[in-house]
Nanobody, 126 residues
Framework: QVQLVESGGGLVQAGDSLRLSCAASTRTFTSYGMGWFRQAPGKEREFVAGVTWSGGATSYADSVKGRFTVSRDNAKNTVYLQMNSLKPQDTAVYYC???????????????????WGQGTQVTVSS
């Protein structure tokens, strides 16, 4: 069992930056690929960004490419999502997820992930 705890959400203005963190409680963090998803009001949850177990590969949704950066620190069992140039349409609850995988590609589908955090709210005002 892996517990994931997100932090770093908040209320910001358009153009601002935020960094989300997700701390994982596991001794085998490097056995997991990590992903960030988000769910806006009235919409389905969608893939935002992901990173492989080693950090060697990342992937992004088209809507955040060039603005968001996903990274991980395996020594700290933590994955990050640096969000720059935030837009009102980035407003959502952001979820961290883990998949038991040592694949060298990022998984992008909800059902592929084994563990989920509780989510952290990000609100971007115009």
């Amino acid at each position: 069992q892996v517990q994931l705890v997100e932090s770093g959400g908040g209320l910001v203005q358009a153009g601002d930056s935020l960094r989300l963190s997700c701390a994982a409680s596991t001794r085998t963090f490097t056995s997991y690929g990590m992903g960030w998803f988000r769910q806006a009001p009235g919409k389905e949850r969608e893939f935002v960004a992901g990173v492989t177990w080693s950090g060697g590969a990342t992937s992004y949704a088209d809507s955040v490419k060039g603005r968001f950066t996903v990274s991980r620190d395996n020594a700290k069992n933590t994955v990050y999502l640096q969000m720059n140039s935030l837009k009102p349409q980035d407003t959502a609850v952001y979820y961290c997820a883990a998949v038991a995988s040592e694949a060298n590609y990022v998984k992008k589908l909800e059902w592929q992930y084994d563990y989920w955090g509780q989510g952290t709210q990000v609100t971007v005002s115009s």
